[in-house]
């Protein structure tokens, strides 16, 4: 058996242990470009005369280093690539593989890896931005429950750091707002958390508002999309209604798109672009500038790894810097008290009629 086809093998069983194993589609698709680029370079070194016989060596990941550098690969690049190729070739020394495809060691050593510089966080959004975030008078044209949708989508991802996809997989079941919480069933990884909302109440009195003003239909289950769209190109299978349209997952690409154009409304033009991982990034910053707790910040985010949530202590301002968070929150508490008024006499007047 020739060093290529073991790989190849190799790569198959990899790959369906991994589907078997309920990894993410995110992880599995990691996979399978590593295991296609490294059997790319293997083939060049094949045709080379230089390919190590029976099994990748050393010598061949070295080689495959050198031409990532000379390409012009990012170190953080290489790294990443590196770490699924070490986790890929310690699968091949498991007992559990075929002996006729074990490795006797893996060719990966963490001494290969590429020192990087962990790069700060980049922010896109100021605290004045945050603030007209919070307000809720209309800036651009949109009807009632469109506004309130687009608001609560923002006020959401800027109150509590989840992610695009875990906001989309969020349903009606998962929020308790007597308790002001939600539950995050499907995190990153498969994971779940429950997700704290804002202190001030401003998460909690949007989505009060956004289920009051109808932009969501009142007759499909609770567990469906608390976010949808009727739209025939969306994600999944419908939820059953009556009397109303198909209400489906949106895509990560609608929620992005919709929370950028609403942005950029709002912050009259100042913004453009803007990704919703930016508003997690900004969450993260007013959490931590508020609190300076890295451990409970790694908690609210999802981190499997302190050392990822380290990456946004540098976000920590001067002490005589954070008193303008508190302007922050102030303005996010007035918002939140502004919209509770407006959502109790906007109900009593439906009552009384």
């Given at each position: 058996m020739t060093t290529i086809e073991r790989y190849d093998a190799l790569a198959e069983q990899y790959t369906r242990m991994a589907r078997r194993n309920n990894l993410t589609p995110d992880t599995i698709t990691n996979y399978e470009s590593f295991t296609n680029v490294f059997r790319a370079f293997l083939q060049k070194r094949e045709k080379e005369g230089k390919l190590s016989v029976?099994?990748?060596?050393?010598?061949?990941?070295?080689?495959?280093i050198d031409e990532m550098t000379q390409n012009g690969n990012k170190p953080s690049t290489i790294k990443q690539r590196l770490v699924v190729a070490s986790q890929f070739f310690t699968y091949s020394t498991k007992p559990y593989?075929?002996?006729?495809?074990?490795?006797?060691q893996s060719p990966v050593s963490p001494d290969f890896y590429p020192k990087t510089v962990t790069e700060p966080i980049a922010e896109k959004l100021s605290n004045d931005d945050i603030i007209a975030l919070w307000?809720?008078?209309?800036?651009?044209?949109?009807?009632?429950?469109?506004?309130?949708r687009n608001y609560a989508i923002s006020t959401i991802l800027l109150t509590t750091g989840i992610?695009?996809?875990?906001?989309?997989?969020?349903?009606?079941?998962d929020i308790d707002l007597a308790h002001g919480e939600i539950i995050v069933m499907r995190g990153k990884g498969r994971k779940q958390r429950?997700?704290?909302?804002?202190?001030g109440g401003l998460c909690a009195a949007a989505i009060e508002n956004y289920l009051r003003v109808g932009g969501r239909p009142k007759n499909i289950p609770d567990s469906a999309p608390l976010f949808g769209t009727t739209a025939g190109h969306s994600y999944g299978n419908a939820a059953a209604t009556r009397d109303a349209e198909p209400w489906h997952r949106g895509t990560t690409a609608w929620l992005s798109q919709l929370v950028a154009r609403h942005i950029e409304r709002q912050t009259d033009g100042r913004v453009v672009g803007c990704r919703t991982h930016q508003l997690r990034h900004a969450f993260a910053r007013l959490q931590l500038n508020s609190t300076g707790n890295l451990a409970e910040l790694q908690s609210l985010l999802g981190h499997t790894s302190p050392v990822v949530t380290e990456r946004y202590s540098k976000r920590l301002c001067a002490r005589r810097e954070r008193a303008d968070f508190l302007r922050v929150l102030a303005a996010r508490d007035a918002a939140a008290e502004r919209l509770r008024g407006m959502n109790a006499e906007k109900t009593n007047i439906v009552k009384m009629a």
């Open positions: 029976d099994y990748v060596s050393f010598d061949d990941i070295q080689a495959w593989v075929h002996e006729d495809l074990r490795y006797p307000s809720y008078d209309r800036k651009y044209k949109a009807s009632e429950a469109q506004w309130a992610r695009n996809s875990e906001l989309l997989d969020v349903g009606l079941s429950v997700v704290d909302m804002d202190s």
